[in-house]
């Protein structure tokens, strides 16, 4: 039998973190340079292919769920190569089939750039195959970025992460870390500005160790500078740092031209105990010092915070203290999210002991603190004159445009359609805990 090389209609839909939607972005590039053809409708798709995540139970849930019913469809007699991609792949390996056992592939973090050849052996000689494995690294760097519009994209500069965090995944299903050399994403950098690009995101599981490892040694900080000066640039970002890698560099590096003041550099807890049970290798008072220095090398730069609400022996007490701490840093974006166990962490041996009720409280009642916090400096900027790339309609009043200032916050401005893709000060005129209203300063 002749193998069967007819370009397939193939659906890449990604789940979870914005590096998961990077790889979902590079596998249709590699998809897509074999000669198969993306669509939008998973209903239409010879292959589905879902890149997934599993840093929390619900996570996982969503995807096997929606897999569920591919897989129903295909008991049913519908032809279709369904693919589990991803970090659920890395960790149930050979067991994913067991839980759908009409999964025809399962590739995990560090197997993409098999997927071409994995597709054609499956259409060759059927399924299943199982390709995990965190030795080595993806064959695919060369190209690794995920554009979200003209104007903007996401580069993947490491992967991975050492940290052992007791509560998270991450390091068993994305191995350990590793840097690309600062030349190849300096060249896909320029790459990108050439064709019209001019925001880019560095993304890393632990981005700010970036460079370990490296021969000559470069840091994140030497590699915001460099690509500062790549013609076209006119913002760069970068998601997500520990406070634990935190250089003093970097802080400097937040005050650069080109470098947004932005920093998302996760809490998680302002419990000492609880930070201690995280193995998160820092204390409250520490996190202090390093907001500090960040305000003091980089004024005015905006933080932001992800924290863990129900960590195993949380009390009142403990959740108090992140509260605190919230106060105290006035975060401008907060994310919280309830713990989940696990399997295969440190922190999953210990009873997972706070009810669901208490955490969806402190879950709640964090964020509405946060919107408070954020009213009030929202409403300081009333007056003020932000910079905003134009991403395009906004999604609640497409007769208006959104766009964010380079903190990252979100500007509704009062401004003609040809404004998309461009840089525009903006004279803000009111505020809400969400976002900055306002219009184009008058020109001269
Ligand atoms: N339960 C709940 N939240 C988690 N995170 C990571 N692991 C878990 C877990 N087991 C959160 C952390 C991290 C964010 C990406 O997800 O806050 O910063
Ligand atoms: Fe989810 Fe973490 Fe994997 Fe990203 S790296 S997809 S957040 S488990």
Same mark, same amino acid.
């Given at each position: ?6 370009p ?5 839909v990604?789940?979870?973190c914005?590096?998961?939607?990077? %790889? ?11 000669g198969?053809?993306p669509?939008?409708?998973? %209903? ?6 879902? !890149? ?5 139970? $619900?996570a996982e849930?969503?995807?096997f769920?929606?897999?569920? @019913?591919?897989a ?18 890395e ?13 025809d592939?399962?590739?995990?973090t560090?197997?993409? $750039?098999?997927l ?10 059927g399924?299943?195959? !199982?390709?995990?494995?965190?030795d &080595?690294?993806?064959?695919h ?12 994209a996401? #580069?993947t500069v490491? /992967?991975?992460?050492?940290?052992f965090?007791?509560?998270?995944? !991450?390091p068993?299903?994305? &191995?350990?870390e590793?840097? *690309? ?6 060249d ?24 370990? &490892?490296l021969?000559?040694p ?6 915001l500078a460099?690509? &500062?000066e790549?013609?076209?640039?006119? @913002? ?5 740092? $520990? ?6 560099e ?7 031209p080109? #470098?947004?003041?932005?920093?998302h550099?996760p809490?998680?807890s ?5 930070l ?26 905006a933080?932001?915070?992800?924290f863990?609400?129900g ?9 108090? @203290?992140?509260?605190?701490l919230?106060?105290?840093v /006035?975060?401008?974006q907060?994310? #919280?999210?309830k ?15 706070v ?13 509405a603190l $946060? ?10 900027? !009333?007056?003020?004159?932000v ?10 009043d497409?007769s208006?445009l959104?766009g ?10 009062d401004?003609?359609p040809?404004?998309?893709g461009?840089? #525009?000060?903006? *004279? ?17």
């Amino acid at each position: 039998m002749e193998a069967d090389i007819s370009p397939l209609k193939v659906c890449v839909v990604p789940f979870g973190c914005q590096m998961n939607r990077a %790889d979902a972005s590079a596998i249709q590039e590699l998809l897509e340079r074999r000669g198969h053809v993306p669509v939008r409708d998973e %209903d239409e798709a010879d292959a589905v292919i879902y !890149v997934t995540c599993t840093v929390r139970q $619900h996570a996982e849930d969503r995807a096997f769920s929606r897999l569920g @019913r591919h897989a129903r469809r295909k008991r049913d007699g519908r032809r279709v190569i369904l693919v589990l991609a991803g970090c659920c792949a890395e960790k149930e390996a050979r067991g994913a089939l067991e839980r759908l056992p009409e999964l025809d592939i399962v590739c995990g973090t560090r197997r993409f $750039h098999l997927l071409p050849e994995l597709l054609d052996r499956v259409r060759a000689q059927g399924g299943p195959i !199982v390709a995990v494995g965190l030795d &080595g690294r993806p064959g695919h760097e060369g190209g690794f970025h995920w554009r979200t519009s003209p104007f903007q994209a996401f #580069v993947t500069v490491m /992967r991975g992460c050492d940290n052992f965090c007791s509560y998270c995944i !991450v390091p068993y299903v994305r &191995g350990r870390e590793y840097s *690309r050399p600062p030349d190849e994403i300096l060249d896909e950098v320029k790459r990108l500005a050439d064709d019209g690009v001019k925001e880019i995101t560095f993304l890393g599981q632990n981005v700010n160790s970036y460079g370990k &490892g490296l021969e000559p040694p470069c840091d994140l900080a030497e590699l915001l500078a460099r690509a &500062g000066e790549v013609e076209g640039i006119e @913002r760069l970002k970068f998601v997500t740092s $520990h406070p634990k890698d935190l250089t003093p560099e970097l802080a400097d590096a937040l005050a650069l031209p080109k #470098v947004c003041p932005y920093l998302h550099l996760p809490a998680q807890s302002g419990s000492n105990r609880i930070l201690a049970a995280m193995n998160r290798g820092y204390t409250r008072e520490r996190y202090l010092e390093l907001v500090e220095m960040v305000r003091e090398r980089a004024p005015g730069a905006a933080l932001a915070s992800d924290f863990i609400v129900g960590f195993p022996g949380e009390t009142e007490e403990d959740y108090l @203290r992140t509260r605190e701490l919230v106060e105290r840093v /006035r975060f401008s974006q907060v994310f #919280v999210f309830k713990y989940s166990p696990r399997r295969g962490t440190a922190a999953a041996r210990l009873p997972d002991d706070v009810p669901a009720e208490v955490k969806k409280r402190r879950n709640n009642d964090l964020l509405a603190l $946060h919107l408070e916090i954020a009213a009030e400096d929202n409403a300081k900027l !009333v007056g003020s004159t932000v910079e905003v790339l134009v991403e395009g309609p906004s999604r609640r009043d497409p007769s208006r445009l959104a766009g964010r200032a380079p903190t990252e916050r979100i500007v509704i401005v009062d401004g003609p359609p040809e404004l998309k893709g461009e840089i #525009v000060r903006v *004279r803000v005129e009111s505020a809400t805990a969400l976002a900055l209203y306002g219009r184009p300063e008058e020109e001269g």
